[in-house]
């Protein structure tokens, strides 16, 4: 697009010149009357025509970059998402060894309490055979 952008603006610009350098020369009621009907709206349109497919090739510059940039974004969002997808299942890992060492404990903790009876009768009796003892 920049090279037919370039074109146009060089065969305004011949045509411009030319204008002028035949100015003096063409200096007459049809030629004002060509001037002022054709020739300078088309110098006119012409400038607002390079005008606006310059403000539109750098708009089209501008929205390359950003879908350039937008393009990288979205390839970092997916890795970071696929890392985000490994550690959240290496949570869910631990997650499901946590709740195994917690019934782990469940039970040991359970097992110990039933021994606590036990405990606390040999410790009567050893308290009990430590007064007898200290009684004689």
């Known amino acids: 697009m920049e090279d037919e952008i370039w074109y146009m603006k060089q065969q305004s610009r011949v045509l411009q010149e030319f204008r002028r350098e035949i100015q003096g020369f063409w200096d007459d009621e049809a030629a004002r009357?060509?001037?002022?009907?054709?020739?300078?709206?088309?110098?006119?349109?012409?400038?607002?025509?390079?005008?606006?497919?310059?403000?539109?090739?750098?708009?089209?510059?501008?929205?390359?970059?950003?879908?350039?940039?937008?393009?990288?974004?979205?390839?970092?969002?997916?890795?970071?998402?696929?890392?985000?997808?490994?550690?959240?299942?290496?949570?869910?890992?631990?997650?499901?060894?946590?709740?195994?060492?917690?019934?782990?404990?469940?039970?040991?903790?359970?097992?110990?309490?039933s021994f606590l009876p036990e405990i606390e009768k040999l410790i009567a009796e050893a308290n009990s055979v430590c007064r007898g003892v200290a009684k004689e």
């Open 33 to 113: 009357e060509m001037n002022v009907r054709y020739l300078n709206p088309h110098e006119d349109d012409d400038t607002q025509m390079t005008t606006g497919l310059d403000g539109q090739q750098n708009a089209l510059q501008e929205a390359q970059v950003k879908l350039t940039s937008a393009s990288e974004h979205a390839l970092r969002a997916e890795k970071l998402s696929v890392e985000v997808l490994e550690q959240l299942e290496l949570a869910e890992q631990d997650v499901s060894i946590a709740y195994q060492f917690y019934e782990q404990y469940r039970d040991y903790h359970s097992h110990a309490r």
